[in-house]
């Protein structure tokens, strides 16, 4: 019996998770949970499945939770449940740069992390691998591009790696002309055509911010340059990724858009089980397409490449950049194409590229204030 610890447990990473854990009840016992505002979901959770560590970010609905259930006591910050709670399996599934921190915590505790949070990777991931192989733990992705590719290369360790393909959805505007990307709005960028995910992930999307973070992702996950790694529209998100190796071969990795397969897989690993989860019927899936990636329309894409190569801190300068212009979007303060405008600016100034996990801290803390300033002059 494995202990989970699932952080972000009420998202749409965490439902799947505890999805997957309702049916391999024999094989996984939910230890801790956190949750940002949403205490009437995390109300059932605790029901549902016992969890004795718990920990609420928003003052306020903790506060809310806290009168109603005075018995229960919770967590003073999402480090504490990390550090206080006795667990096998970290399943990171938090929004953004939050994730990060936890992972650390985990990781220098000597615990597997199935990782769902790709900003782990983006803001820190040459501090993280590092502090992964030093303390033998191994980080398993969720993310079904990440998940794809990982089990690829698991079952063809002695070849030699060509180039690794991601395959994107292309959000929904892969199709739309470059000259009414001025006037695209929330709601038509919130319509994700093949994913049903939160409203952060679903504008990263749209952007095609999410491939490129998915790109830094990878180069750290798989040790591979950032030149090996292409990208490519396959609208059906059928094939969640392709590997290619030196012989010409190339193997892609099939499913249905569901993701409790990932994550089945990232709490079974090394081992599979047989899935109770809806399997993919080819015949109603017979075409499978693939388009270039049009540059010019997606320039944050481009962006994550220029700022993955620097290295150091461009990475969490991106990141922080991003995740304050997104909330700026849906709250309708800034337009969606400037989102890309703001952002390259900031990742184009110069950056100090000593790395550390306080460099990183004390990075995104000074970036999200320079964001917010700029947005403010608008
Ligand atoms: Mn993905």
Redesign the pocket.
């Known amino acids: 019996m494995k202990k989970i610890l699932l952080l972000g447990s009420t998202g749409s990473i965490g439902i799947n998770t505890l999805s997957v854990l309702r049916e391999f009840k024999n094989d996984f016992s939910l230890v801790g949970v956190s949750t940002n505002t949403n205490i009437d979901i995390l109300s059932d959770i605790i029901d549902e499945f016992k969890v004795q560590n718990i920990f609420i970010a928003d003052e306020n609905k903790k506060e809310e939770f806290q009168s109603k259930n005075k018995k229960i006591k919770l967590h003073d910050s999402l480090i504490d449940l990390v550090e206080n709670t006795d667990f096998d399996i970290l399943v990171n599934a938090l929004v953004g740069y939050s994730g990060f921190l936890p992972t650390v915590h985990a990781i220098k505790r000597k615990k597997t992390i199935a990782l769902a949070n790709k900003e782990t990777l983006v803001v820190g991931g040459e501090v993280i691998m590092p502090l992964a192989k030093e303390n033998n733990v191994d980080i398993i992705p969720i993310?079904?591009?990440h998940s794809a590719i990982f089990q690829i290369i698991n079952n063809f360790k002695n070849i030699e790696l060509r180039r690794i393909i991601l395959t994107a959805s292309g959000g929904p505007f892969y199709k739309t002309p470059i000259e009414e990307f001025e006037n695209i709005t929330i709601e038509n960028a919130l319509k994700h055509p093949t994913w049903s995910m939160g409203k952060k992930i679903t504008i990263d999307s749209a952007t095609m911010m999410?491939k490129g973070f998915?790109v830094i992702e990878a180069h750290h996950l798989f040790n591979i340059e950032y030149d090996k790694i292409d990208t490519i529209i396959h609208p059906q998100s059928i094939i969640h990724s392709m590997v290619e190796f030196i012989d010409g071969e190339i193997y892609a990795q099939m499913g249905v858009n569901d993701m409790r397969l990932p994550i089945q897989h990232a709490l079974t690993h090394p081992h599979s089980k047989n899935t109770p989860f809806e399997r993919l019927n080819l015949l109603s899936h017979n075409t499978l397409n693939f388009f270039e990636v049009e540059k010019i329309k997606f320039p944050m894409l481009m962006l994550a490449y220029e700022c993955g190569k620097k290295g150091g801190l461009y990475p969490c300068v991106l990141n922080a950049a991003n995740e304050i212009c997104v909330d700026a979007f849906l709250n309708k303060k800034i337009s969606f194409t400037d989102i890309s405008k703001i952002v390259g600016n900031i990742c184009r100034d110069e950056h100090n590229k000593n790395l550390s996990i306080d460099s990183i801290i004390e990075c995104d803390k000074s970036i999200r204030e320079i964001t917010l300033k700029v947005i403010e002059n608008i």
Do not use: L, R, T
Request: overall charge negative; glycine content about 0%.
């Open positions: 993310d079904s591009e999410n998915e």
